[in-house]
């Protein structure tokens, strides 16, 4: 087995003009680089085999992480995992990100591996497309012809496919603020810690007067691309979280999925471990404070 890329050159612009410019120029040939955490080990393997690497490391502005007066949360693509995990306004704002993110990989690997890295390498099993749609993020794009919005449902397509085009890059990620009534809850299975999930849930949950007035799940590591699964939550709305209710709705969400089978789980284990994260994610998010309720 090969362990070196092929021959490639290397580009760091400074503008997205200047990225748009080296894409057109080498179309099909260029690759952009972010982290390089998934693009070098994939080019290792020459999986992927760019004649021209185009790093976003020189764009200052991609790298930008603020909350506007309004309080939204933008993000730029070239954010890193760790920065993320470092940032105590994101930590308080947006609970849910840190407690998701310490399940990507390893330190070492969150340090150098960037939000629009993982959102654009596409794996079905990676966290930030599902934790963005469970937030209802928006994704900016942008190319020659322009800037468009996409909303996080939208975005994953495929095993590793996105609805970002030939020509275009991923500029920043747009996360809306949620008041203090949501709580949040994920489980994911995976062989050791740090390795992708072989199957996960990612859940939010609105709590008023200790009744559920509204829930989301996703499901990830499962299907092609995670999946937004509200309606398997339904029947929990309007009571209090209660164990036979967060029971039916792991077996309702594995009911629902069409989990593919791979090297790493066969599809019946696959739907087994829905039923396991999404009850685990719905008790991580009610939290100790519910435990007792209608048992
Ligand atoms: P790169 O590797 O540089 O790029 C990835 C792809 O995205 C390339 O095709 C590149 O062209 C494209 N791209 C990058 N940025 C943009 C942009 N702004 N616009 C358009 N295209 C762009 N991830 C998880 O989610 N969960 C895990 O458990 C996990 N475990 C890992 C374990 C190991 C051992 C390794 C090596 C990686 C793991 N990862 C995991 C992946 C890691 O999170 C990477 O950080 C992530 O995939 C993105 O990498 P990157 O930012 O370095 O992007």
Not at 41 to 47: D, I, S, T, V
Not at 128 to 134: D, E, T
Not at 143 to 156: D, M, P
């Amino acid at each position: 087995m090969r362990l070196k890329p092929s021959a490639f050159s290397y580009r760091r612009p400074t503008s997205v003009n200047e990225v748009f410019s080296l894409l057109r120029e080498y179309a099909g040939d260029a690759k952009i680089i972010a982290g390089g955490q998934s693009l070098v080990p994939a080019m290792n393997l020459r999986l992927a085999t760019p004649k021209m690497l185009v790093d976003l490391g020189g764009i200052p502005a991609l790298s930008e992480l603020r909350v506007s007066e309004s309080g939204y949360l933008y993000a730029g693509a070239m954010v890193t995992h760790g920065r993320f995990l470092s940032d105590p306004l994101v930590l308080r704002d947006w609970p849910m990100i840190g407690k998701v993110l310490p399940h990507v990989a390893h330190e070492a690997i969150r340090t150098r591996g960037t939000l629009g890295g993982s959102l654009c390498h596409g794996d079905p099993a990676a966290e930030w497309p599902a934790l963005c749609m469970l937030l209802d993020a928006r994704m900016t794009l942008c190319g020659l012809e322009g800037k468009r919005e996409v909303a996080a449902h939208e975005f994953s397509l495929g095993v590793y496919e996105t609805a970002v085009r030939e020509g275009e890059l991923l500029e920043k990620v747009c996360f809306p603020p949620f008041d203090t009534e949501w709580r949040w809850g994920c489980c994911e299975v995976s062989r050791r810690q740090g390795d992708f999930a072989l199957a996960g849930a990612m859940v939010g949950l609105r709590l008023r007067g200790g009744v559920l007035i509204d829930a989301r799940l996703v499901v990830f590591g499962v299907e092609d691309k995670p999946r937004r699964m509200d309606a398997e939550l339904s029947h929990l709305l309007g009571q209090p979280p209660s164990i036979s209710g967060f029971s039916r709705a792991g077996l309702f969400a594995a009911m629902n999925v069409s989990p593919r089978a791979d090297l790493h789980a066969s599809a019946d284990f696959r739907q087994d471990l829905v039923i396991v994260c999404v009850e685990r994610a719905l008790w991580d998010a009610a939290g100790t404070e519910f435990s007792g309720v209608a048992r």
